[in-house]
């Protein structure tokens, strides 16, 4: 793979002087119209030890708007890191919209040296570089410019270099791997080679740079950072003409599903509790939780709770129920309502990615990331091709979280239409609810059709083995109460005995 790089190609300092100042425009030209258009730029500068990675990075701040650009290094763990899944750190890092991340070796670097040093096996490696591609593939048709670089040397070259830093104490070992993967040049270059087979995609290619000659490293790694800039502003503007196009055509009216039976049609809603018994029965509920909650902490198990539901349908009732069995220190809600600008500057996933819990913690989301396939499909925010994508991607995200041994519980909450209309005139009636109804909960209700269509496309593709939605029948509040809180107990049970 690594032949038609390893070249030992040069470019004379005259010729670096008088390319250079034509491809710092260029690439200052391209970062504008990434800014203009409000396209994120992820560059990752991955390489052998030796190759030149800082030094790309150091040419990347200074031939680009600094303004704009964030670095960002990923050699020592966090203790905040450790204690949550592994994209988790790089989530938090990615570019909003007109802004570019240089990756020091990014999501790969870890992933290639424990491979260059057998920690991990075959089997596992492939498997977290599918994970990434996966990720990546995302990330671009999200309209992300993906640029990876992999700076390369022969092992003469390598071994040339490897010496130099050694004399001029510039080789820094954070850990004994670091001094063996940079003296097993065979090793990390296998590892590299296997990486970049299995993630070079179409949408986030790998560019191999020759890195033997300082200047003609610098310029073949700006023309790949421009070309791939250059590729990601003409999808964009192909989408915008495409979408354009689209919006001027009416749109197909989903009849042929009029008559089908769906999921919460199906639901049984008659089941009730008796109320002499649900005070004693919750309360025991709420205990149990307590004590296996405190028992998931002092484990590291931590858990992620999504309540979706229709309005009035009792998920914030069903939500301080559990909270009230939970140590309030270890416990989160997260309510979900319209983005800020700042999190729409980035792709949807980040903003629910920044609270995913520490291990042994709970995070309750009340709405979630599946307002993306639910409000912003019926409302119409999101043109179709990006909703429709988001299922894959939902999928992906979650198998994220259990995973890493996190406890992902989905929560449907269903009442009937006459229950919500009840509802909803209860707390018009009553002052101190009132505050909970609202001209756009009658205007969602009126698309309730809509909005049904929606959740049996969601449970369809989004209930899988590790993460299955639980369809809540709550016409009956103290029912659905409970219902959540044996599901919850249960799940805790099986996470401490699995």
Wanted: net charge positive.
């Amino acid at each position: 793979m690594f032949e038609s790089a390893a070249l030992g190609r040069a470019c004379s300092n005259k010729e670096f002087e008088e390319k250079a100042p034509q491809l710092r425009m260029r690439l200052f030209n391209a970062q504008l119209q990434c800014i203009e258009r409000k396209i994120p730029v992820l560059i990752t500068v991955a390489g052998l030890v030796g190759s030149g990675r800082g030094a790309i990075i150091n040419l990347l701040s200074e031939w680009m708007d600094s303004k704009h650009v964030q670095n960002h290094v990923f050699w020592l763990v966090t203790d905040e890191e450790k204690a949550r899944p592994w994209p988790w750190r790089f989530w938090r890092q990615l570019p909003a919209a007109g802004q570019t991340a240089v990756f020091y070796d990014g999501w790969y670097g870890e992933a290639m040296r424990q491979r260059c040093c057998k920690d991990v096996g075959e089997n596992e490696f492939t498997a977290s570089m599918h994970r990434w591609q996966a990720l990546e593939s995302g990330l671009a048709e999200s309209g992300m410019a993906i640029i990876k670089l992999w700076l390369h040397l022969n092992k003469k070259d390598h071994a040339r270099a490897l010496k130099e830093r050694q004399e001029n104490r510039a080789l820094v070992h954070f850990s004994p791997s670091d001094k063996k993967i940079a003296a097993d040049y065979d090793g990390m270059v296998s590892a590299a080679s296997r990486a970049i087979m299995l993630t070079d995609r179409d949408n986030a290619p790998w560019s191999i740079i020759d890195a033997a000659d300082p200047n003609f490293r610098n310029l073949s790694v700006v023309k790949a950072i421009i070309a791939g800039i250059e590729r990601t502003i003409a999808a964009h503007d192909a989408r915008v003409a495409r979408l354009k196009v689209l919006e001027s055509v009416p749109e197909v009216e989903e009849d042929a599903r009029e008559s089908l039976v769906s999921t919460l049609d199906a639901i049984d809603l008659s089941s009730v509790q008796a109320p002499e018994h649900y005070q004693k029965e919750l309360k025991r509920l709420q205990k149990e939780i307590y004590q296996l909650s405190y028992r998931a902490y002092k484990k590291g198990i931590s858990s992620t709770l999504i309540f979706e539901g229709w309005d009035a349908a009792g998920k914030g009732g069903a939500i301080r129920r559990l909270t009230a069995g939970t140590d309030a220190r270890i416990t989160r809600v997260i309510p979900i309502s319209a983005p800020s600008d700042e999190e729409l500057a980035h792709h949807y996933l980040w903003r629910f990615w920044r609270h995913i819990p520490r291990a042994g913690f709970i995070t309750i989301y009340d709405r979630s990331w599946y307002g993306r396939v639910l409000v912003e499909r019926v409302e119409k925010l999101t043109p179709k091709e990006d909703w429709a994508r988001a299922y894959a991607e939902i999928n992906h995200f979650e198998h994220q979280l259990t995973n890493n041994g996190n406890i992902l519980l989905k929560f449907w909450l269903h009442i009937s239409p006459e229950e919500q209309l009840r509802r909803f005139r209860e707390r018009e009636a009553i002052p101190w609810k009132r505050y909970k109804i609202t001209d756009e909960d009658w205007r969602n209700r009126d698309k309730w059709p809509e909005y049904a269509r929606a959740a049996d496309e969601m449970f369809l593709r989004t209930s899988t083995e590790d993460a299955p939605w639980h369809v809540v029948p709550a016409e009956n509040k103290k029912y659905a109460r409970l219902m959540v809180l044996r599901i919850y107990r249960d799940a805790l049970k099986r996470a401490l005995h699995g």
